[in-house]
C-alpha cells in the first residue's frame, strides 16, 4: 500500500471526515483529499501529528518502505511493539522491551542476551548458536554503538537496584530472592485477580512497560510467583502455567 492508500484506510477505520481529520492535524480538508487522491503527501511534523492520531508509525503512514528494526535487541518491529517517548509518542527505534517511556531498560549487553536467548532457542537453534548470533549482532546496532552517549550514567540500573531491595524487603513466604529485573509489556503480564468480594481486578496497563520477573516457588510444585513493579508498586502473585488461576499476594504502593 502507498501513503494515500493507508491514509484512506485509517481514516475510514476511524470513523473520521476529511474535515475532522484535517482539524486534528491543522490543516485544510483540501489538503486531506490531495493526500488521499495521491497528488501530495503530509511533510515530517504533519506525519508525526498523524502518527500520534492513529497510533500507528511514520513508517506505516509511508507504507511500509523499510523494515523496522529494534536498535536495541534486534527484533523485527511492527507497530503494536515499538516503544514511546516521554511524551507518548512512538520512537520507531526500539520495542516497548528495550525502550518505554523515553527511558532505556538495558544498559547490559550480557543481561539483555540472556533474555533474548530464551525466545530464541527452539528445536532447530541452539543456545550456543543464539548466543553466538546475538554477540555478534548487538555491537553492529545503534544502541549499542552509541551507547555512551545514550546512557544515563547508571541512573535506571540505581532504580532497579532499589526496587530488587525493597521487594526482597517483604521476605514474601516461599518466594526466592530477587536478584534481577526485566523490562515487561502491560498486555503480556496483566492476569486478572479474582477478589474474595466475587468481583475480579487487573491492575495493569496493556500499554505500559514494567519491571518483571518469574520465580520457582521454593515450595516446588506447579505454582511459580510473578513480581511487578514501577515507580508507584509493587504486585507480587502465584499463578499456573501461562498465567492460569492467578492469586494476588500483594500489591504496594510505594
Keep these: 500500500m502507498n501513503t494515500k492508500d493507508v491514509l484512506y484506510e ?3 477505520k476511524s ?9 486534528k492535524v491543522f490543516v485544510t480538508r483540501q489538503a486531506v483529499s ?4 495521491g497528488e501530495t503527501i503530509p ?17 506505516t503512514l509511508l ?31 526500539y520495542c516497548q522491551w528495550c525502550y518505554a517511556d523515553g527511558t532505556y531498560t538495558y ?5 539483555l542476551i540472556d533474555v533474548c536467548v530464551g525466545h530464541m532457542v527452539n528445536e532447530h537453534f541452539s543456545e550456543e548458536q543464539a548466543r553466538s548470533y546475538l554477540k555478534q549482532k548487538l555491537p553492529e546496532l545503534d544502541y549499542w554503538k552509541r551507547y555512551e552517549e545514550l546512557s544515563d550514567d547508571g541512573q535506571f540500573e540505581a532504580f532497579k537496584k532499589q526496587l530488587v531491595e525493597e521487594i526482597n524487603l517483604l521476605h514474601i513466604e516461599g518466594m526466592p530472592k530477587v536478584e534481577q529485573l526485566n523490562a515487561l509489556v502491560g498486555k503480556y503480564v496483566n492476569l486478572t485477580y479474582p477478589l474474595p468480594s466475587g468481583t475480579s481486578v487487573r491492575f ?20 511459580c510467583f510473578g513480581v511487578l513493579a514501577n515507580m508507584d508498586f509493587i504486585l507480587v502473585c502465584t499463578y499456573e502455567k501461562d498465567g492460569a488461576n492467578p492469586e494476588l499476594l500483594l500489591y504496594k504502593r510505594r
Design 10 to 12: 485509517l481514516r475510514s
Design 15 to 23: 470513523g473520521l471526515s476529511q474535515d475532522e481529520l484535517a482539524e
Design 34 to 37: 490531495r493526500w488521499e487522491n
Design 43 to 59: 511533510n515530517t511534523e504533519t506525519l508525526k501529528l498523524l502518527s500520534n492520531v492513529f497510533n500507528v508509525s511514520i513508517n
Design 63 to 93: 507504507g511500509a518502505p523499510r523494515q523496522l528494526i529494534c536498535q536495541c535487541c534486534g527484533m523485527p518491529l511492527e507497530d503494536a511493539i515499538i516503544g514511546r517517548n516521554k511524551d507518548g509518542t512512538l520512537n520507531e527505534d
Design 107 to 111: 544498559h547490559d549487553m550480557d543481561d
Design 204 to 223: 495493569l496497563d496493556d500499554q505500559t512497560t514494567y519491571l518483571g520477573t518469574q520465580l520457582e516457588s521454593a515450595f516446588g510444585g506447579e505454582r
